[in-house]
């Protein structure tokens, strides 16, 4: 985490919880005011997504019939 993402964080932890509420609803309006489809990647989501995709590339994903949907927090997907 960079420096300023700690402060700001640091700084909602200061708020009282209807104050955050308001400053996540600013910071969101904020986000859609330079992305309004949400359709630009962080670096971290990029790397992440590029790592999906080479592993996809690989063969490395599970198919649907592999996946027990009712209990997915139990899954080991190591």
Do not use: C
């Not at 859609?32 to 790397?47: G, H, I, R, S, V």
């Not at 995709?53 to 209990?71: K, P, T, V």
Request: proline letters at 5%.
């Amino acid at each position: 985490m960079t420096v300023a993402k700690k402060q700001i964080v640091d700084m909602l932890d200061m708020l009282p919880p209807k104050e955050q509420e308001f400053a996540y609803e600013i910071m969101k309006k904020l986000i859609l005011a330079w992305d309004p489809d949400f359709t630009k990647l962080t670096p971290k989501e990029a790397e992440e997504l590029e790592l999906a995709r080479e592993q996809f590339r690989n063969g490395e994903y599970f198919s649907h019939d592999e996946i027990d949907w009712d209990s997915l927090d139990e899954m080991d997907l190591e």
